[in-house]
């Protein structure tokens, strides 16, 4: 089946810097990947889509010079959480989905990131 | 705008009785509705979308456009259905991307 990594499964950064999150298709080529943030018994809300070789589309709301998205292979995606703050602390999710799928999606076992 | 709505946070059951996971959703057009699992310290994984109209362990779930539902039910609960369940919609509409409902937490007892 379809995989997705993400790397790191965990990190703690201090306020202020910036953290990036990869995401990473294994055994697909990924013309879509999608970001998720999922808080403490939440459900996940959309973040932004990313299409290789263009630039995100942001979901309303989610501050795109915050949340810097990167799409520049078929099998890699990068989060960058910019001068993170305590209040960004959560649960990130990706998931991918491949060249000519319909609406399927696979999903990274997420990220959990606490600033302190 | 599209939305889904799953009204129960917490189902609570013994093994063997049935449960159902209630799911309602809005969306203009024809919607493509799923049901994600995630099970303790696992990922998110698809269990079942209504276009296979198959059945995944044990699950089933028909989509009534008419009640606008897609609700999820298996017969006899299992102690390893334990896990979060989560509706969700997409479509052209919805720009292709999926729209989550809330999550009902399942707990099968012995």
């Known amino acids: 089946g379809a995989v997705v990594s993400q790397h790191p499964s965990w990190v703690i950064c201090k306020s202020g810097t910036s953290v990036k999150i990869e995401c990473r298709s294994l055994d697909f080529q990924a013309t879509t990947m999608f970001w998720y943030r999922q808080f403490p018994k939440q459900s996940l809300m959309l973040m932004a889509t990313?299409?290789?070789?263009?630039?995100?589309?942001?979901e309303q709301g989610v501050e795109k010079d915050k949340f810097l998205i990167n799409h520049a292979s078929l099998t890699l995606s990068t989060l960058t959480v910019t001068s993170a703050h305590p209040e960004d602390s959560s649960f990130y999710i990706c998931?991918?989905?491949?060249?000519?799928?319909?609406?399927?999606?696979?999903f990274g076992p997420g990220t959990r990131l606490t600033v302190t | 705008a599209q939305r889904v709505t799953q009204p129960e946070k917490l189902l609570s059951v013994f093994k063997g009785a049935p449960v159902e996971l209630k799911c309602n959703y809005s969306y203009s057009g024809s919607p493509e509705l799923f049901w994600y699992v995630q099970y303790s310290r696992q990922r998110l994984q698809l269990l079942l979308r209504?276009?296979s109209r198959e059945s995944i362990k044990g699950f089933t779930a028909d989509l009534n456009k008419g009640e606008t539902s897609f609700h999820l039910k298996k017969p006899f609960a299992q102690e390893e259905d334990s896990a979060m369940y989560y509706c969700?919609?997409?479509?052209?509409?919805?720009?292709?991307?999926?729209?989550f409902g809330g999550g009902t937490r399942v707990l099968v007892k012995p």
């Open positions: 969700a919609l997409s479509g052209q509409a919805a720009g292709n991307k999926l729209t």
């Open positions: 209504h276009i």
């Open positions: 990313s299409n290789e070789g263009s630039k995100a589309t942001y």
């Open positions: 998931s991918a989905r491949g060249r000519g799928w319909s609406l399927e999606q696979y």
